[in-house]
T-cell receptor, first 118, second 112 residues
């Protein structure tokens, strides 16, 4: 596709339910990032993949959060036993370069999935 | 502690005027800084990047400055239009880290 797509766009979950959020990056992009954006805040880094390897997961807030990218393309962010504080927009971004800090490449963001936990 | 600060209050300006948004950072050593635009219900969209050895960067009506001594970047939109109304985010990469760190964003409202 022409850009990064995410599904679903909106997700309502009852507290304690598990959810799975999908990201389809731009074809051929090596790097994939997940961010969490609370209302009125900037995006906060969750995790980073280079192809299928998860190189940085330092931003995942708890062990209830799990991300995978098994074939180096589509990625899924899973949240187990959702809590109300998990309510946020989850953004996915992709980039054509491997080492963000060593290049001036930019990230291309998807529209996000708005998760509401009741 | 590390902080990236942007004006949390909305900036309201009249069409045709220049909008100036501020991004201040503490305890980072960014090689470069980026500015993004975010509209409601959408992901951020990249606008401009400025490297640490560049003082100023321009793109059409946009201008970014970067002062590593003051640890500040200014983002200017000249001849602003109502279509420029959005939230503007600054972001940086600390050293060789593999992630972008964003400020909280400033909402710009351009009125007729």
């Amino acid at each position: 596709g022409a850009g990064v797509s995410q599904s679903p766009r909106y997700k309502v979950a009852k507290r304690g339910q598990d959810v799975a959020l999908r990201c389809d990056p731009i074809s051929g992009h090596v790097s994939l990032f997940w961010y969490q954006q609370a209302l009125g805040q900037g995006p906060e880094f969750l995790t980073y993949f280079q192809n299928e390897a998860q190189l940085d997961k330092s931003g995942l807030p708890s062990d209830r959060f799990f991300a995978e990218r098994p074939e180096g393309s589509v990625s899924t962010l899973k949240i187990q036993r959702t809590q109300q504080e998990d309510s946020a927009v989850y953004l996915c971004a992709s980039s054509s370069y491997e080492f963000l800090g060593l290049t001036t490449d930019t990230q291309y963001f998807g529209p996000g999935t708005r998760l509401t936990v009741l | 502690s590390q902080k990236i600060e942007q004006n949390s209050e909305a900036l309201n300006i009249q069409e045709g005027k220049t909008a100036t948004l501020t991004c201040n950072y503490t305890n980072y050593s960014p090689a470069y800084l980026q500015w993004y635009r975010q509209d409601p219900g959408r992901g951020p969209v990249f606008l401009l990047l400025i490297r640490e050895n560049e003082k100023e960067k321009r793109k059409e009506r946009l201008k970014v400055t970067f002062d590593t001594t003051l640890k500040q970047s200014l983002f200017h939109i000249t001849a602003s239009q109502p279509a420029d109304s959005a939230t503007y985010l600054c972001a940086l990469v600390d050293g060789t880290a593999s992630k972008l760190t964003f400020g909280t964003g400033t909402r710009l409202q351009v009125t007729l």
